[in-house]
């Protein structure tokens, strides 16, 4: 079983920034995928960021330009820093990861959320 803990959301002004967190632990072999999904009230959950293990990452068009994530493979760790945030972004952050806890098990984790608000 691979657990996600994630951390650093808060309350942030228009334009300001924060750094999202999220640790991996448990039974794991490889990480082949990691990163972020939001949820905002009465939306769907939507892909932020993902980078896989060779360091290709895939992100949300809305937050190309302002969000970056960055991976410590050894760590099983991701953050995301998030600049220039803006209303819109305010959100439960979900932490992500694919892989496999041996050479035959694979799992699919989420983490407990974290939330964004961005208000004046």
């Known amino acids: 079983q691979v657990q996600l803990v994630e951390s650093g959301g808060g309350l942030v002004q228009p334009g300001g920034s924060l750094r999202l967190t999220c640790e991996a632990s448990?039974?794991?072999?490889?990480?082949?995928?990691m990163g972020w999904y939001r949820q905002a009230p009465g939306k769907e959950r939507e892909q932020v960021v993902m980078?896989?293990?060779?360091?290709?990452?895939n992100y949300a068009d809305s937050v190309k330009g302002r969000f970056t994530i960055s991976r410590l493979n050894a760590m099983n760790t991701v953050y995301l820093q998030m600049n220039n945030l803006k209303p819109e972004d305010t959100a439960v952050y979900y932490c992500?990861?694919?892989?496999?806890?041996?050479?035959?098990?694979?799992?699919?984790?989420w983490g407990q959320g974290t939330q964004v608000t961005v208000s004046s």
């Open positions: 992500n990861a694919v892989g496999y806890s041996d050479y035959v098990t694979s799992f699919h984790s």
């Open positions: 448990g039974t794991i072999f490889t990480i082949n995928g």
């Open positions: 980078v896989t293990s060779g360091g290709s990452t």
